[in-house]
């Protein structure tokens, strides 16, 4: 919240205690932006069992992981600002994501107000038991003698861990694969998988609407046909892309924006949007959701497989090109090969 918007939450507070209902007067719930177990949930119970004590009312605790802390973070946005759900702020949702993403749900300014410091904790750097090396000056040797070859995980693109390995890697001279495309936390792409399913099957109904107008109009009387339902559709596909940001799976997103802009393209005046379109942006929005069922059964699976469909939804947007590359997780450059000289 702005300083303007704490103003407003003091004196609320304060009408509420001048009419016998004192703060609080019911349990304050307390969301966590990550799974269950780490640090940022040892330090929640720890403080709401002092809360507890000195305010006499139940601190509810909620865990709700997932895009580094921006799925909690545009919930608790959203909620009534009457003190009543608080969440545990984090460097990478305060300070890092804003600069990180295109467009959050959120903003850090506005829509937030510190209360207090809680800890500092310290990134911890740890390897596989059957890794051969017994400290860090060791691992740094590994990684240099096999450059590009060893991968690292961490909470997700733009976390503290992220981040830390990075400064490492600029620090020792290492070159480490940070692996951005797997996810952890199923909890937090069941959800993704749960609203992109809805999104789609509300483009595609409005699709399927618009041709069926399209078709019973005359054709002199096209353009009389209201194109605000491709608008909803395009602006569903826009959240799916969205949602598949906020959980750190950039290549999926991929797919997604390619549909949107074929749409986008296909829905300018003269509308071109035909059934034959409409089946291939629906043949890429059914690869991406059964790409998403496999990662969430954990089942081996490569943005790679979804390559046809967004080949296709691509020459729909009227790309250039449309390369495997494009799909690939890890970074790449394109390098010319010079030719033979005699």
Same mark, same amino acid.
């Given at each position: 919240?702005?300083m303007?918007?704490?103003?407003?939450?003091?004196?609320?507070?304060?009408?509420?205690? &001048?009419?016998?209902?004192?703060?609080?007067?019911?349990?304050?719930?307390?969301?966590?932006?990550?799974?269950?177990?780490?640090?940022?949930?040892?330090? #929640? %119970? *720890?403080?709401?069992?002092?809360?507890?004590?000195?305010?006499?009312?139940?601190?509810?605790?909620?865990?709700?992981?997932?895009?580094?802390? =921006?799925?909690?973070?545009?919930?608790?946005?959203?909620?009534?600002p009457?003190g009543?759900?608080?969440?545990?702020?984090?460097?990478?949702?305060?300070?890092?994501?804003?600069?990180?993403?295109?467009?959050?749900?959120? $903003?850090v $300014? %506005?829509?937030?107000?510190?209360?207090? *410091?809680?800890?500092?904790?310290?990134?911890?750097?740890?390897?596989?038991?059957?890794?051969?090396?017994?400290? *860090?000056?060791?691992?740094?040797?590994?990684?240099?003698?096999?450059p590009?070859?060893? =991968?690292?995980?961490?909470?997700?693109?733009?976390?503290?861990?992220?981040?830390?390995?990075?400064?490492?890697?600029?620090?020792?001279?290492? $070159?480490?694969?940070?692996?951005?495309?797997?996810? $952890?936390?199923?909890?937090?792409? #069941?959800?993704?998988h749960?609203?992109?399913?809805?999104?789609?099957?509300?483009?595609?109904?409005?699709?399927?609407?618009? *041709?069926?107008?399209?078709?019973?109009?005359?054709?002199?009387?096209?353009?009389?046909?209201?194109?605000?339902?491709?608008?909803? &559709?395009?602006?569903q596909?826009?959240?799916?892309?969205? #949602?598949?940001?906020?959980?750190?799976?950039?290549?999926?997103?991929?797919?997604?924006?390619?549909?949107? =802009? &074929?749409?986008?393209?296909?829905?300018?005046?003269?509308?071109?949007?035909?059934? #034959? +379109?409409?089946?291939?942006?629906? %043949?890429?929005?059914?690869?991406?959701?059964?790409?998403? &069922?496999r990662?969430?059964?954990?089942?081996?699976?490569?943005?790679?497989?979804?390559f046809?469909?967004?080949?296709?939804?691509?020459q729909?947007?009227? +790309?250039?090109?449309?390369?495997?590359?494009?799909?690939?997780?890890?970074?790449?450059?394109?390098?010319?090969?010079?030719?033979?000289?005699?």
């Amino acid at each position: 919240m702005s300083m303007r918007l704490a103003f407003s939450l003091l004196l609320i507070l304060f009408l509420e205690t &001048a009419k016998g209902q004192a703060y609080p007067s019911k349990p304050i719930r307390l969301v966590v932006p990550f799974a269950p177990g780490g640090s940022s949930s040892l330090v #929640a %119970r *720890l403080m709401a069992a002092e809360m507890e004590k000195g305010l006499g009312k139940q601190i509810v605790i909620e865990n709700k992981p997932g895009g580094g802390g =921006n799925i909690a973070m545009q919930e608790v946005a959203r909620a009534d600002p009457d003190g009543y759900t608080l969440i545990i702020g984090h460097v990478g949702s305060l300070a890092v994501n804003p600069y990180m993403y295109e467009r959050l749900p959120y $903003d850090v $300014d %506005r829509d937030f107000a510190a209360v207090s *410091l809680l800890a500092i904790v310290p990134a911890i750097f740890v390897v596989h038991v059957d890794v051969p090396a017994k400290d *860090l000056r060791e691992f740094v040797a590994l990684a240099k003698s096999k450059p590009g070859q060893i =991968n690292y995980g961490s909470a997700g693109n733009g976390s503290a861990g992220h981040l830390a390995m990075e400064y490492l890697k600029q620090a020792t001279g290492m $070159d480490l694969q940070h692996d951005s495309e797997t996810i $952890d936390d199923l909890s937090a792409l #069941a959800w993704v998988h749960d609203e992109l399913r809805r999104s789609l099957e509300g483009a595609h109904k409005a699709m399927r609407r618009y *041709l069926k107008e399209a078709e019973t109009a005359a054709a002199s009387d096209i353009d009389a046909v209201d194109p605000a339902v491709l608008r909803g &559709a395009r602006a569903q596909l826009h959240q799916g892309v969205g #949602a598949l940001e906020l959980v750190g799976l950039p290549t999926a997103a991929q797919v997604l924006r390619a549909c949107e =802009n &074929a749409l986008g393209r296909l829905s300018g005046r003269p509308i071109k949007l035909d059934a #034959a +379109a409409v089946e291939t942006i629906e %043949r890429a929005s059914f690869a991406l959701l059964d790409y998403l &069922a496999r990662l969430l059964a954990q089942k081996p699976v490569s943005p790679l497989a979804m390559f046809p469909q967004y080949r296709a939804v691509q020459q729909l947007a009227g +790309a250039a090109r449309a390369h495997p590359a494009d799909l690939w997780t890890h970074e790449w450059q394109w390098r010319a090969i010079a030719a033979d000289v005699d």
